[in-house]
Each structure stands twice: as structure tokens, then as C-alpha cells.
T-cell receptor, first 114, second 113 residues
Framework: NAGVMQNPRHLVRRRGQEARLRCSPMKGHSHVYWYRQLPEEGLKFMVYLQKENIIDESGMPKERFSAEFPKEGPSILRIQQVVRGDSAAYFC????????????FGAGTRLSVL | DAKTTQPTSMDCAEGRAANLPCNHSTISGNEYVYWYRQIHSQGPQYIIHGLKNNETNEMASLIITEDRKSSTLILPHATLRDTAVYYCIVRVQESQGAQKLVFGQGTRLTINP
């Protein structure tokens, strides 16, 4: 059973471009969480999704950021018109139904905005 | 969610037991204590969680005081690979609903050879 898979591992974008980060949860997991970690800072919750539903997006910036977890395929975190301050490590986690909180984390996507 | 307090950093000699404390004096009766760690540049790793009884698994032991106001994570035989930031989090365990975990600053544990 493969772990939580995130790709790409590293992503470089120029200011104003779009960034798409993908997360494939573990098999059988229907809950996905996204966290962001700025350099030398702690992990900050962004959004919690179940299949086709956003459950809690209280940590998402109001503009430019969106997330989805479609019925088929990976969860996508989309950042439009990236700025240098978006440079960070973005971690995805998944958990099975009936489990409280994110249990298994991916290796992360490191976004660098030039 | 109850707030936790952890030392900023700790050192431990390789092969010795590493004891990481966590204070959660405002914990309520239905809140669990979770421990995660993050090895440099990697994703966080779940270690263990408990409510009021001591817990043990293949990675660590969790000792929760009787009044539940504090707990200690024990790595029985620390290795260099245990060098990481360790996070203590308290959270209500629910089967449904928003279940985000809020990570604090954690304890930076350094295992020395």
C-alpha cells in the first residue's frame, strides 16, 4: 500500500504563473488535508476535504488559492498568480473514514517562486 | 482545542531514552493527546496518541499524568535518526466533522553520538 503521494516534489514558477500541486491519498482514504510550511516556520493548516466536498477551508487565503478533491483522481491545490511569498513546502495528508485528523503525510511539494 | 507548551529544544545521547515533556493544563475530558514528529525537510510522521491511559507502540511510549495536565513522550533507545522536531497536540477525537490538527512550534530534539 503506497503512502500519500505528492507531485511534483519540487516546482519552480515565475511570479504571476499558476501552480498546481497534486496529492494522491492512500488507498481507501477519503479525507485529505493540506498544510503549508513557510521557511523556518511551523505547519499551518489550510484546508480539509472529503471526496467532492470542502469541509473546512478556514486556513486558505481568500484569494488565489483553491482546492478540490474530485470523485476520481487526486486532490489538487491550485495557486493562481503566484507571488514570492507563496514559496513554501506544501504537505498533504490523508486518513481513512472514522479516523480523527490527518494521519499519514506525504513528502511535500516545495514551491519556489522566482 | 487546548494549548500545549513544550520546551523549544532538547538534547539526548544516542542509545539513551529521550523523554519529551508536554504541558496541557487546560485539556478537557474529551481531548486526546497526539504526538507527531518532522524530520528535516520531510513530511510530519504520526507517532502515537492517547486519552488517559499510557500507550505504547513500536515507536514510542506515551505517559499521561493522572490529572491529564501533562504528558511525556518516551523514545526508549534514541538513535541519530530520531533527530527531529516533535509536536504535542491536543484534539477532540470525533468520527465526523472538521478534524484539523493545529501544530505549534514543537521541541527540536537533537540526538548526539
Amino acid at each position: 500500500n503506497a503512502g500519500v503521494m505528492q507531485n511534483p516534489r519540487h516546482l519552480v514558477r515565475r511570479r504571476g504563473q499558476e501552480a498546481r500541486l497534486r496529492c494522491s491519498p492512500m488507498k481507501g482514504h477519503s479525507h485529505v488535508y493540506w498544510y503549508r510550511q513557510l521557511p523556518e516556520e511551523g505547519l499551518k493548516f489550510m484546508v480539509y476535504l472529503q471526496k467532492e466536498n470542502i469541509i473546512d477551508e478556514s486556513g486558505m487565503p481568500k484569494e488565489r488559492f483553491s482546492a478540490e478533491f474530485p470523485k476520481e483522481g487526486p486532490s489538487i491545490l491550485r495557486i493562481q498568480q503566484v507571488v514570492r511569498g507563496d514559496s513554501a513546502a506544501y504537505f498533504c495528508a490523508s486518513s481513512p473514514p472514522q479516523t480523527s485528523g490527518p494521519r499519514y503525510f506525504g513528502a511535500g511539494t516545495r514551491l519556489s517562486v522566482l | 482545542d487546548a494549548k500545549t507548551t513544550q520546551p523549544t529544544s532538547m538534547d539526548c545521547a544516542e542509545g539513551r531514552a529521550a523523554n519529551l515533556p508536554c504541558n496541557h493544563s487546560t485539556i478537557s475530558g474529551n481531548e486526546y493527546v497526539y504526538w507527531y514528529r518532522q524530520i528535516h525537510s520531510q513530511g510530519p510522521q504520526y507517532i502515537i496518541h492517547g486519552l488517559k491511559n499510557n500507550e505504547t507502540n513500536e515507536m514510542a511510549s506515551l505517559i499521561i499524568t493522572e490529572d491529564r495536565k501533562s504528558s511525556t513522550l518516551i523514545l526508549p533507545h534514541a538513535t541519530l535518526r530520531d533527530t527531529a522536531v516533535y509536536y504535542c497536540i491536543v484534539r477532540v477525537q470525533e468520527s465526523q466533522g472538521a478534524q484539523k490538527l493545529v501544530f505549534g512550534q514543537g521541541t527540536r530534539l537533537t540526538i548526539n553520538p
